[in-house]
């Protein structure tokens, strides 16, 4: 058929001449089933959101976060432990089929496909139905998922000791201390040992110097023969700059106290 030929337009009686606004009728001619969404739904929103606020800000004051001591990268006996929401995460990762040779596994390739099942769920199971037994694709993901989450989480945290754990590793504060560079113990201690212990003894890649409970001939003898990962021979002097170093040392103890 060629433009133009054949072509018959007729009109229609139902479609009005003229054109209208397409306007979307009020909310307040359908009573009871819909609300303004200004002010009532939002305020009603906001409520809510207030009460979860409070409930959450009161529950962080009556259990604070378990914050431990500061850590010390020369205490191979602490064994670190992630947060409670990457507990299943972890716990994963102690399965033969994950762990080991198969690491890439449990920390990417199982954790992907679980996430990522659960973002398509929506579109695996796009029925016309709201209710569960209508969804039951994206309802039994959702449940498998949920269910694998709270077990892991479970026998992640089961056998630990929090309390214990808390107890052996609380949080030290730091001392004030007086340095006193015009010590004759000072100069030995920044030849030899500021490296490792900090200007003020706070430490870093060794311990802090604060606190201890050593007398001057043990310090003398750790800082000639070493203690733990601490190597012999890091202090390079004089017989007399190291008594005038573990002086300075047990000053500066003094001071804090």
Known sequence: MHKGKGMKFVGDSRISAERKPNIPKDYSEYPGRTEAFWPNFLLKEWLVGAVFLVGFLCLTLAHPSPLEGMADPTNASY????????????????????????????????PGLAFGALLLAPFLDNGPGRRPHQRPVAIGMMLLGLVAVIWLTYTSAAHVDWEGRAE????????????????????AYENSCL????????????????????????????????????????????DEELEQLADFIITVNESAE
């Open 79 to 110: 064994i670190p432990l992630p947060d409670w929401y990457f507990l299943f995460l972890y716990e994963l990762l102690k399965y033969e089929f994950a762990s080991g040779d198969w690491t890439l596994m449990g920390i990417l390739i199982l």
């Open 168 to 187: 052996a590793n609380k949080p030290v504060p730091q001392a004030e201390v007086t340095i006193d560079e015009s010590h004759p113990g000072f100069a």
């Open 195 to 238: 490296a490792c212990h900090g200007a003020e003894l706070e430490g870093g890649a060794g311990p802090s110097l604060v606190g201890i409970e050593l007398s001057a001939e043990e310090i003398a003898t750790i800082a000639v023969d070493g203690i733990g990962t601490m190597p012999a021979d890091q202090f390079q002097g004089t």
